[in-house]
């Protein structure tokens, strides 16, 4: 599962990095980007011109009887949603959070980042009633994820970017895109739980302890 992120660079940064047109003016960066919040997203048109946008983390979903907010997707079923075919996204984060039991009644929160730069997030978008949202896939775990949960995001190399937002790519083909990020290229560290209150965005949430 991948429920919390850090997206703290700022948005001229991020367009620049993934060479799209900043598409938004009013953004505050966040150590702590929970659902429904939004957050800098990248796409690309069938002109191959990219836009940054801001979207809202977890696409809305109602099925007879229920509604929720989607905010993974499993990897292994991307073959059957139209978004994988047609509206894939990049979720650019400068990390993101998972919680270790260390009894049953506690967890403990830790950072995930990469040694320097961004992980590029595979996800998908949709457009809502109230604007851009967009859900992340998810795939089996690394050996240092597997440690606090049996999911992690998918996370694209840098020469995958190019490939999985082109619109003529073929779907088959990116499937090879979900597999577990490599656990050497990840860092991690315990924090404190200033990240549980979706309240809090400064570095306070990413603080070593």
């Not at 795939?139 to 082109?166: C, D, Q, Y």
Request: net charge positive; aromatic share 10%.
């Amino acid at each position: 599962m991948c429920g919390r992120l850090s997206s703290k660079s700022q948005a001229e940064v991020l367009a620049k990095l993934y060479r799209a047109t900043l598409s938004f003016d009013d953004f505050a960066p966040s150590h702590n980007v929970t659902p429904t919040q939004k957050t800098p997203i990248v796409r690309e048109g069938p002109d191959h011109a990219r836009t940054l946008d801001l979207a809202r983390f977890g696409i809305q979903t109602i099925l007879p009887g229920k509604s929720f907010n989607l905010i993974n997707l499993m990897s292994e079923k991307a073959a059957t949603r139209k978004e994988f075919r047609e509206r894939r996204c990049v979720i650019p984060a400068d990390g993101f959070y998972e919680w270790e039991g260390i009894s049953e009644k506690e967890k403990q929160p830790r950072y995930i980042y990469p040694p320097e730069g961004l992980f590029s997030l595979a996800g998908v978008w949709k457009d809502t009633p109230d604007g851009l949202a967009f859900s992340i896939f998810t795939t089996t775990p690394n050996e240092r994820i597997k440690r606090f949960h049996h999911r992690m995001p998918v996370i694209l190399g840098h020469n995958a970017v190019s490939e999985w937002l082109a619109p003529e790519s073929d779907p088959n083909e990116l499937t090879s895109f979900f597999q577990p990020f490599p656990a050497n290229l990840m860092r991690e560290h315990r924090v404190g739980n200033a990240v549980n209150n979706h309240r809090i965005k400064d570095a306070s949430c990413i603080a070593p302890i």
